[in-house]
């Protein structure tokens, strides 16, 4: 008996974070989420999107992993930073070690089944610590002569630009200046063994990675389901794209 419904359409899984319910008869317990902007864009994009709650051994990872087709790692608090070997400076913001750990186990079990990974935001920190790099722990009190990377804007609503190599994901349909939106005081800082800088805003700060071998990993500082959720067709293209390299993947 067939006991698995198939779309053929690939399944997205949604790396979720989680926090504690603030109010309500439930407050204290954590809750697991997905901003629905990453569904909106993963159902733009003819994928099917799925909800993955925070386990945490390394063999819950790689069952998660093994049911989807990419996954999408989705934006959040700061990485603990003596996951990438150093102190804390006082701008460190709240992070949380189990969650970080979701994180990387992740990567690691999407990477070892040749699965595609799109990392957004914290994800892309994310990715660059789980493949060995560092972080910028505050880009204000860090990088001098930084633009706003933290906006009071609506999310999406473009902040800055970033310059785009030509030769990558992003170059392949993104026009070399483009705007995005930012809502990051963290950033990338020594680059992971085997990732390439994709893009960069005009201060230096590392806006996109890619890795250089191995199944497709691209990562963006940006929001770009924020950014479809406000109709830009480049940040739908994106999804779409990453859709699609996850269908030829398989
Ligand atoms: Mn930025």
């Given at each position: 008996?067939?006991?698995?419904?198939?779309?053929?359409?690939?399944?997205?899984?949604?790396?979720?974070p989680?926090a504690?319910?603030?109010?309500g008869?439930?407050?204290?317990?954590?809750?697991?989420?997905?901003?629905?902007?990453?569904?909106?864009?993963i159902?733009?994009?003819?994928?099917?999107?799925?909800?993955?709650?925070?386990?945490?051994?390394?063999?819950?990872?790689?069952?998660?992993?093994?049911?989807?087709?990419?996954?999408?790692?989705?934006?959040?608090?700061?990485?603990?930073?003596?996951?990438?070997?150093?102190?804390?400076?006082?701008?460190?913001?709240?992070?949380?070690?189990?969650l970080?750990?979701?994180?990387?186990?992740?990567?690691?079990?999407?990477?070892?089944?040749?699965?595609?990974?799109?990392?957004?935001?914290?994800?892309?920190?994310?990715?660059?610590?789980?493949?060995?790099?560092?972080?910028?722990?505050?880009?204000?009190?860090?990088?001098?002569?930084?633009?706003?990377?933290?906006?009071d804007?609506?999310?999406?609503?473009p902040?800055?630009?970033?310059?785009?190599?030509?030769?990558?994901?992003?170059?392949?349909?993104?026009?070399?200046?483009?705007?995005?939106?930012?809502?990051?005081?963290?950033?990338?800082?020594?680059?992971?063994?085997?990732?390439?800088?994709?893009?960069k805003?005009?201060?230096?700060?590392?806006?996109?990675?890619?890795?250089t071998d191995?199944?497709?990993?691209i990562?963006?500082?940006?929001?770009?389901?924020?950014?479809?959720?406000?109709g830009?067709?480049?940040?739908?293209?994106?999804?779409?794209?990453?859709?699609?390299?996850?269908?030829?993947?398989?």
């Open positions: 008996m067939e006991t698995v419904f198939k779309t053929g359409r690939p399944v997205i899984g949604i790396v979720e989680w504690p319910i603030e109010n008869c439930f407050m204290g317990a954590y809750r697991t989420y997905a901003n629905y902007p990453y569904v909106q864009g159902l733009k994009g003819n994928g099917i999107p799925l909800g993955l709650p925070l386990v945490e051994s390394e063999e819950d990872c790689m069952a998660q992993a093994s049911v989807c087709d990419g996954i999408i790692l989705s934006g959040g608090a700061d990485i603990d930073v003596h996951l990438y070997g150093e102190e804390p400076r006082t701008k460190q913001g709240h992070f949380d070690r189990k970080d750990l979701y994180y990387i186990h992740m990567i690691k079990a999407a990477r070892s089944l040749g699965i595609p990974i799109l990392g957004i935001c914290r994800g892309i920190q994310a990715v660059n610590v789980a493949f060995g790099g560092t972080l910028i722990q505050d880009i204000p009190s860090e990088v001098k002569n930084a633009v706003l990377h933290d906006q804007a609506p999310p999406s609503n902040c800055h630009f970033i310059d785009i190599e030509a030769d990558s994901f992003l170059g392949g349909f993104m026009p070399q200046r483009t705007e995005v939106n930012s809502f990051h005081h963290q950033a990338v800082a020594k680059l992971g063994t085997g990732l390439r800088v994709t893009a805003s005009c201060d230096g700060i590392i806006e996109a990675l890619e890795n191995g199944s497709p990993v990562a963006v500082q940006w929001h770009p389901e924020m950014m479809q959720a406000g830009d067709p480049l940040s739908e293209e994106l999804f779409r794209r990453f859709v699609n390299l996850c269908e030829t993947a398989r």
